[in-house]
Each structure stands twice: as C-alpha cells, then as structure tokens.
C-alpha cells in the first residue's frame, strides 16, 4: 500500500484544521452581520419615526445635534416645481 510520509499527513491535516476554524469563523462573522443589519434597520426606523415626531411639533427644520437649537428650512421657491 502507498502512503504519505506522517509529516506530510500531519501538514495536510493542520490545513485542513485551519480551513475549518476559518469557514467557522466566517460564518460567525456573517451571522453577527445578518443581526447587526437587523438592529441598523431598526435603529433607522426608530429615526424616521422620531423625524416626523419632531415635524409635527416643529415644522421642517435643522437641528443642531451639539446644542439643541433649530432653524427652519425654507422651501426654494425658485427650485419648486408645479
């Protein structure tokens, strides 16, 4: 019977072991994204409510993330169109 020698078998086999802790890992990985892009998803959602909240007590406006204050924002009459 033909065989490899042990080191080659042992340098195959910790190949093959590094291959498989990878393709884990990155499954792992892709997991952690699918969820993460859920909870993104969620958060963007939470900001569009929170966005038409602030609208309807404020009007359309800018708001100044530092300080609190806001200002209007004016519609382009010239860039309006009918």
Not at 10 to 36: F, P, Y
Not at 45 to 61: F, N, P, R
């Amino acid at each position: 019977m033909n065989k490899i020698t042990t080191e080659e078998l042992e340098k195959i086999k910790t190949q093959q072991e590094k291959l498989n802790s990878v393709i884990t890992n990155l499954g792992v990985l892709e997991t952690r994204k699918h969820a993460m892009l859920h909870e993104v998803a969620g958060i963007n959602k939470e900001i569009e409510t929170t966005k038409v909240d602030l609208e309807e007590s404020y009007g359309s406006v800018n708001i100044n993330l530092e300080t609190g204050e806001y200002t209007e924002i004016k519609e382009d009459v010239d860039n309006k169109k009918d």
